[in-house]
């Protein structure tokens, strides 16, 4: 295996990598978004159950982080997927405060710290595959 494939590999595992978090991740919000919006429990329902069209917002960003997850999982290592991963992780990545309204601040150090952590990997892979991309246009 030559050092393109591999790092093409590593780019792929990291995709990959990518993808379960997010797939995980908002599978799991996404529960939480019905559970509060429609049966008002779970830790969104003391913002959302008084106010259920308010979960609007939830549904969206969950839905579209899965959509999200689904297209990384097959996306082929380029950089403008690795680019497109570390901005759609440095976006959710802001969304610190609704974790503190409500109440559930070790789920959002643990998903911040995440959504860094990729941010981080997904720039290393970009500036890789662009090293990679440059030179085998110059071979």
């Excluded at 003391?46 to 579209?64: K, Y």
């Excluded at 997850?69 to 097959?74: A, E, K, T």
Aim: no cysteine; hydrophobic share 55%.
């Amino acid at each position: 295996m030559t050092e393109n494939n591999e790092t093409a590999l590593n780019e792929k595992t990291i995709l990959q990598a990518n993808a379960i978090d997010l797939l995980v991740a908002a599978a799991g919000g996404l529960l939480t978004d019905v559970a509060g919006i429609y049966f008002s429990i779970g830790p969104q329902s003391g913002l959302i159950s008084s106010a259920p069209h308010a979960g609007i917002g939830f549904v969206e960003a969950h839905g579209l982080a899965f959509i999200i997850g689904v297209l990384l999982w097959r996306a082929e290592p380029r950089r403008s997927w690795h680019l497109t991963a570390a901005a759609v992780h440095v976006l959710l990545g802001t969304a610190w405060q609704i974790f503190i309204a409500a109440d559930i601040l070790p789920v959002g150090y643990l998903t911040t710290s995440l959504h860094g952590l990729f941010a981080v990997l997904q720039l290393l892979a970009a500036s890789a595959s662009g090293a990679r991309t440059l030179g085998h246009a110059s071979a």
